[in-house]
């Protein structure tokens, strides 16, 4: 059975916009090469089912003023990351990390870049009947706008705002948001 227009014009939109990441980050070429190849598979990586892998949504939450960012810590895995979660069928990734980051802050007025700005593939680990798997994960900056009083929801611990620039500097901090710092940075 043929795709529908709108899931073929969403999937022609995420190749363009993983072409296009890959000419601003050429160090990310192989990282791209992984997601185009999910990308192409028959079977649909959007789903949470597709436990050989899937596409995840995350925000690089930023304050107003760009030098803090939000981050939880994060119940199920007991690290310090950025907000993000499952696309559930969404193939509007930019979307996912929007909805996910009013979700998880309860944060109202926030706007979302469209461009990708990182990516990242990694393990999740076997969680009860739930077995190991692959989150490939698509990065959108999501800016706030209005007030930045957020709410701590049920898969944080805590959520807290993080100066960009002492991750970017922590050489401890995880490796991927000290990359997304460090571009964060970069290109301010």
């Known amino acids: 059975m043929p795709l529908p227009a709108d899931t073929l014009t969403a999937i022609d ?3 363009r916009a993983l072409a296009k990441f890959a000419d601003a980050v050429p160090d990310a070429a192989a990282d791209v ?3 185009v190849e999910l990308l192409d598979d028959p079977e649909d990586p959007f789903v949470r089912a597709r436990l050989a892998g899937h596409f995840t949504g995350s925000a690089w939450l930023v304050s107003a003023d760009g030098l803090r960012v939000l981050l939880t810590h994060h119940r199920k895995l007991g690290r310090w990351l950025q907000l993000g979660g499952h696309a559930d069928g969404d193939r509007d990734l930019a979307r996912v990390a929007l909805r996910e980051a ?3 802050s309860g944060l109202a007025d926030l706007v979302v870049d469209p461009a990708i700005f990182d990516l990242d593939r990694h393990w999740i680990p076997e969680r009860g009947s739930e077995p190991g798997h692959w989150h490939y994960d698509i990065r959108h900056v999501v800016r706030a706008t209005g007030d930045e009083t957020f709410t701590v929801g049920e898969e944080s611990l805590d959520l807290a705002w993080k100066d960009i620039a002492a991750i970017a500097a922590d ?3 995880d490796t991927s948001l000290r990359r997304m710092a460090q571009r964060w940075m970069r290109q301010r």
């Open 33 to 35: 090469a992984l997601f």
């Open 171 to 173: 050489h401890a901090a």
């Open 102 to 104: 009013e979700e998880e």
């Open 13 to 15: 939109d995420l190749r």
